[in-house]
Structure formats: C-alpha cells, structure tokens
C-alpha cells in the first residue's frame, strides 16, 4: 500500500519560512517523478513544484520560483519543500504526489497523493 505522508505545516508571520516533507512508502521512490501541489480556500488545487526521478530537473510555479526548493532523498523515501520569503497567498493546504512520469507539473499525471499539510501565512 503506497502512502504519502506530508510533515512541517503551520502558521508563520508573512516574510518567514518553513520547511515541508513528504515521507514515501509501499513504493520504489526512485522510480517516481514527485511533486507538490497546493490547494487554497476556495480555489481548485495548483502546481507548486516537481524534481524528477534523480532529482536532476526541477520545476516550479511562477508563483514560487526564487522562494522555494524541492529536493528529494532517494536513499531515505522522502522529498522536501523549502519556503521562503512566505506570502499571506501562499496559504494553502500543500500536498505531495508520486508520478510514474519522470517528471509532470498537470495534477492528471499524478498516481498518489498524500493528505495534505495545512500552510497559514498572516500578515
């Protein structure tokens, strides 16, 4: 059974940063395209960031490039999302998936997803 599970969510002051992760198991994580995704109050969920298989290509959203970074740990299952600079608009809930793509930024490519982790920026 694949599961997904997202880490590092909370409330931060506008300006600020925070750190998420994305545990992987019941899947060969080296063989999977991964990816981040966010889903605001109101609005259908959106792509943030994807790093390829080996971590060698990455791709973010226009909305992150230069604030945040996704990195990937083959050798412990898990994928990471560095923010920075963090805007009252990024609040979202932040979502991990697992693509058997190298690499993909339309959510329909995506195979598994994970719950999700709450992301609250105050001004």
């Known amino acids: 059974q694949v599961q997904l599970v997202e880490s590092g969510g909370g409330l931060v002051q506008a300006g600020g940063s925070l750190r998420l992760s994305c545990a992987a198991s019941?899947?060969?994580?080296?063989?999977?395209?991964m990816g981040w995704f966010r889903q605001a109050p109101g609005k259908e969920r959106e792509f943030v960031a994807a790093?390829?298989?080996?971590?060698?290509?990455?791709y973010y959203a226009d909305s992150v490039k230069g604030r945040f970074t996704i990195s990937r740990a083959n050798a412990k299952n898990t994928m990471d999302l560095q923010t920075n600079d963090l805007k009252p608009e990024d609040t979202a809930i932040y979502y991990c998936?697992?693509?058997?793509?190298?690499?993909?930024?339309?959510?329909?490519?995506?195979?598994?997803w994970g719950q999700g982790t709450q992301v609250t920026v105050s001004s």
């Open positions: 998936a697992a693509t058997s793509a190298i690499i993909a930024e339309r959510e329909q490519s995506y195979d598994y």
């Open positions: 019941g899947l060969t994580f080296s063989r999977y395209g």
């Open positions: 790093i390829s298989r080996r971590g060698d290509s990455k």
